[in-house]
């Protein structure tokens, strides 16, 4: 969805950030969910019983998702022009029951 409104010429924040960082965190195989944005192991499966695992697959997830806050948060002061430019803007909220 994302891809087809910047296609369209609207102008998504962060939009190639974030999908890099999806990427990372897809390549690492863990099964996780996003909750606000960060990524949580659920404690299910092979997680339910081994906390040695799970806080080690853990610990990178949030190694992932530490560094792109913090490319982000540059990210951001660089595209402020961007939001205060007469461009087309779009957000996007993910929303889960």
Same mark, same amino acid.
């Given at each position: 969805?994302?891809?087809?409104? /910047?296609?369209?010429?609207?102008?998504?924040?962060?939009?190639?950030?974030?999908?890099?960082?999806?990427?990372?965190? #897809?390549?690492?195989?863990?099964?996780?969910?996003?909750?606000?944005?960060?990524? /949580?192991?659920?404690? #299910?499966? /092979?997680?339910?019983?081994?906390?040695?695992?799970?806080?080690?697959?853990? =610990?990178?997830? =949030? #190694?992932?998702?530490?560094?792109?806050?913090?490319?982000?948060?540059?990210? #951001?002061?660089?595209?402020?022009?961007?939001?205060?430019?007469?461009?087309?803007?779009?957000?996007?909220?993910?929303?889960?029951?």
């Amino acid at each position: 969805m994302e891809a087809c409104l /910047v296609e369209a010429g609207f102008f998504v924040p962060l939009f190639d950030l974030n999908r890099c960082y999806r990427k990372q965190l #897809r390549e690492t195989g863990i099964p996780h969910i996003l909750i606000l944005g960060k990524p /949580v192991i659920p404690r #299910r499966g /092979v997680y339910q019983d081994d906390e040695q695992k799970w806080q080690r697959d853990e =610990n990178q997830l =949030n #190694r992932i998702a530490d560094e792109y806050l913090t490319k982000a948060l540059a990210e #951001r002061e660089i595209e402020r022009s961007h939001l205060e430019s007469e461009n087309k803007q779009a957000r996007i909220y993910y929303l889960s029951g």
